[in-house]
């Protein structure tokens, strides 16, 4: 199973506020059909999201701040990072690794069964607890917990900081997956 999502953002699409550079801006509540062209696509750029989501007069500001300041890349990637987590209810790297599946040997047959789902109704986090779901319906109980531990695994570049409540339950999972094997 994967970490807990944020229900509130599995029934509706929400506005996400995030700073950059010391300023505010807003995305509005995009549907899934918004955020999926952007985060399957192989070349996607962080523009697309940032400024290109925002609502338009938070584009201009951006824009303008840009132009005034330049541009911190490393910033701009997180303040990304932090929006896919927020947009789906999961950690980022949770997301881009699940909808990697789309662009992979099995895309053809994922899309095919997500069509079902109407994207330009449901919110990313929605959308994607319904590709998980579909996902995990085909495969077998021993690979579940396989798949799961490769959608929950960071990049090598994320420290991550586990709360003892958290390593525990990591540690009960891994030990009940050895005595099961």
């Known amino acids: 199973m994967p970490a807990a999502a944020n229900p509130g953002v599995a029934f509706e699409p929400v506005e996400i506020d995030v700073t950059f550079s010391s300023e505010q801006f807003t995305i509005p509540a995009h549907p899934a059909s918004v955020w999926l062209p952007i985060l399957t696509d192989a070349e996607t750029d962080a523009l697309d999201i940032i400024p290109g989501l925002l609502y338009d007069e938070d584009q201009d500001r951006f824009d303008e701040l840009i132009f005034a300041n330049g541009l911190d890349a490393e910033e701009l990637k997180q303040v990304i990072y932090e929006l896919i987590g927020e947009a789906s209810g999961h950690k980022w790297w949770w997301t881009l690794n699940l ?8 895309s053809t047959q994922w899309l095919g069964e997500m069509t079902r789902y109407n994207a330009t109704q449901m919110s990313l986090g929605g959308w994607c607890n ?7 319906k085909y495969q077998k109980p021993e690979d579940r917990m396989k798949i799961d531990m490769e959608l929950e695994m960071p990049p090598p570049d994320v420290e991550l900081e586990i709360s003892e409540a958290d390593q525990r339950a990591t540690e009960t999972a891994f030990f009940g997956m050895m005595r099961g094997r």
Not at 130 to 136: S, T
């Open 99 to 106: 909808l990697s599946v789309l662009r992979g040997a099995n």
């Open 130 to 136: 319904a590709l998980y779901a579909m996902l995990m």
